[in-house]
């Protein structure tokens, strides 16, 4: 049994920065061998890729909405994945999901591959 867990969600004023974090545990689950994305859903709207890293951080990506701001690391000796928020915007209001990706290679922004999913986290960008 695979869990993700997203914390460090929040409430706070645009402009302001946070750092969500995703823990993952299982007994069968071996963290290094899933490729991690970011997702977020804001009330009325569909879910949203936001950013995804491969295995071994080779690789990163982020969408166009969030580049330059939304920096994206995983620590696989933690079993860790995180998501560094900068400049927040009242836009980027929604809850946060974490979600892992058996993908071998890259970062996959499709979330019909991401088979395991963490329960989100809210944040809230006040302006």
């Known amino acids: 049994q695979v869990q993700l867990v997203e914390s460090g969600g929040g409430l706070v004023q645009a402009g302001d920065s946070l750092r969500l974090s995703c823990a993952a545990s299982?007994?069968?689950?071996?963290?290094?061998?899933?490729?991690m994305g970011w997702f977020r859903q804001a009330p009325g709207k569909e879910r949203e890729f936001v950013g995804g890293?491969?295995?071994?951080?080779?690789?990163?990506y982020a969408a166009d909405s969030v580049e330059g701001r939304f920096t994206i690391s995983r620590d696989n000796a933690k079993n860790t994945v995180y998501l560094q928020m900068s400049s927040l915007k009242p836009e980027d209001t929604a809850v946060y999901y974490c979600?892992?990706?058996?993908?071998?290679?890259?970062?996959?922004?499709?979330?019909?591959?991401?088979?395991?999913w963490g329960q989100g986290t809210q944040v809230t960008v006040s302006s």
């Open positions: 890293i491969s295995r071994n951080s080779g690789s990163t």
């Open positions: 299982g007994r069968t689950f071996t963290f290094s061998r899933y490729a």
């Open positions: 979600a892992a990706s058996p993908r071998y290679y890259g970062v996959g922004y499709v979330s019909s591959e991401y088979g395991c």
